[in-house]
């Protein structure tokens, strides 16, 4: 049985079989989640947010996962390379640092808050 799975904020869907990573499903979506361990759980990097009324349609973390997230699993934070997709799922993918401090220098400019923006 296939499972769809959403990616927030742009609302990429893709369908899934059960136990595919969200990891997975996003290489699969084209979503990009950026990760340097491929899937290791070495990197951290690959942190998404599922919201408290998705978590029945995913596994819930295993010890290892709680240990290297801390008190971020109380947020809904999950690592994707560990999260293992057992139903529909919505995820949100956090934006890149880098994009969203671009993003709020551009806004700030917009406003003319920015008196250093270049
Ligand atoms: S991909 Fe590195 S921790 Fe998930």
């Known amino acids: 049985m296939d499972f769809e799975v959403t990616f ?10 059960r136990n595919t990573s969200v990891l997975e499903a996003a290489r699969r ?7 340097r361990c491929g899937g290791k759980m070495g990197c951290l990097m690959c ?4 919201q408290d009324e998705e978590r029945n349609s995913c596994l819930p973390p295993k010890e290892a996962e709680r240990r290297k997230l801390g008190s971020l699993i109380d ?9 293992v997709i057992t139903g529909d799922l919505t995820v949100i993918v ?4 880098l994009k969203a401090a671009v993003r709020k220098k551009l806004e700030a400019a917009r406003k003319g808050q920015a008196d250093d923006f270049i």
């Open 75 to 83: 947020s809904g934070i999950r690592l994707s390379c560990q999260t």
């Open 94 to 97: 956090p934006e890149d640092p």
């Open 29 to 35: 979506a084209g979503v990009r989640i950026p990760t």
């Open 8 to 17: 927030q904020p742009e609302g990429t869907k893709v369908k899934v079989r």
């Open 47 to 50: 942190k998404v947010q599922i």
